[in-house]
């Protein structure tokens, strides 16, 4: 099976305690598909500029990630600056370039035509909602914001939330989003504007999905576990590679069954719990199968009692 | 098997967003108690004033809780005003009254020595050693404190934890009193101080167990989920409830193996989550064994992949 992501492809300034880089490759779209090409066929449907060339393309092509939606324009790809020197659990942006985003318009390849499952990556919420209406016969949709897009562009929004299955947002999110302090309250009216299945992120605490029903019913709730790390070297990308493993391992799966949403939550964390032991998407590129299965078991082992 | 408990009976006006009350019965060893005593026997230490009469004693006669180490003197018990209207996850302390608590100097009952189990609630960390020293052959000593004692009574505190076995305290108690932002670091440099057991709440994200070894092992770590509620009434008394869910169910235990302490944590979660669904100690006074192991499966449900 495969997914179709649209996102960033992009660069980022990142400073952390535990160090600084210079214009590395990110981008949401790319943390997504690196985390989800361990479970499935990717497609990645973004812009970029002239300062992407055949080294960043090779990031994407040793994964077997598909590029040919990836649309190559003049100028220079966006950029974004940011810090967790304050609190690694929360970025300061210090500056974004949208670049060759500001005039994009998703054109999907006829290749990525027959993908069952498509993955809305933190863009513009009119851009998300072009791609959904030209894949019309996708199987699962599922997709992330931010609060700049719920506080700014919240018409927007609420249209491109109708068109989704899944939401993967934040706990500040969800309370912004569904107007309520409470998770629970908040969570309700969240799923309320569409998504019938919902996962807030937890940053170090890991990630809780609701899926309709009552609060107490554990049926409708499931939480998984996020790895305590002794060090969180760079947290950018880690909700990103999240919503890889967890959409990724669910794009593998024949049949979607409780117990695949759950294993796929337990995937979620360990590809977030990967992304943040390294800069950038330093780690992402060197792990095997081998080790999100073995961090998997090491996940059960953490929160099964027996 | 029983537990002694030595730490504060008071009453407590809070305000949180749910409503108010006023001089309600409560105290960390209240709270412990009642939790506790679903699992085990419990023998209290504490001092309380004239204010305490037969109508606050038949809470405890209520649970079997024996009340012959309650010191009654002249003069009022202490006192505790907090607001939870800012924020449901931490108190903002309006007002502190010691009253008897300023000369209490805890005397255990002969009826208490043969108690294999001692729990220090949060009290001045003098208070808790004098305790510890005339219980010199208890099986298990546990025990909790705050930021106060961590930031203005350091020594003291210091001398105490090296009496311990086991460390109940939050977040930011752990970050304070191991001195890093880092919570797997700043664990392992908390067990170093005395404790082999750590567990760290995390509020309405559950808790973890640190026990030594390296922070990447689950054998040395496990991670109870809290149960995400609709409605927090009043979150007074969820940490303490947690620690007698906790320490209740291991002094219920013939053997100490890995897997008493896993149960142990989700009983922990499962007597904190009951105490915010009423004010005060209401839903503990009402509650039932049958529904706590009710709960039990549900948060079993909750984070089980199979």
Known sequence: MAITVVGSVAYDTVETPSGRYERKLAGAATYFSLAASFFCDVRVIAVVGEDFGPEQESVFKARNIDTRGIEHTAGKSFFWEGSYLENLNEAQTRNTELNVFASFNPQIPDAYRDSEFLFLANIDPVLQRRVREQMPDVKLVAGDTMNYWINDHR??????????????????????????????????????????????????????????????????????????????????????????????????????????????????????????????????????????????NLFRELTHLD
Request: charge should be neutral.
């Open 155 to 296: 018409p927007a929004l609420l249209e491109m939330l109708r068109g989704l299955d899944m939401l993967l947002i934040n706990d500040t999110e969800t309370r912004v989003l569904g107007g309520d302090t409470n998770l629970v309250r908040a969570a309700r009216k969240v799923m309320s504007l569409g998504p019938r299945f919902l996962v807030v992120k937890h940053g170090e605490y890991g990630a809780t999905l609701f899926h309709g029903g009552s609060q107490n019913s554990a049926e409708h709730t499931f939480r998984a576990p996020a790895l305590p790390l002794e060090e969180v070297v760079d947290p950018t990308g880690a909700g990103d590679s999240f919503a890889g493993g967890f959409f990724g391992y669910i794009a593998s799966q024949k049949q979607l069954t409780p117990a695949t949403f759950r294993r796929a939550m337990f995937f979620g964390s360990v590809m977030g719990s990967f992304a943040c032991e390294r800069f950038g998407t330093e780690r992402l590129q060197e792990i095997s199968r081998a080790q999100i299965d073995e961090r998997f």
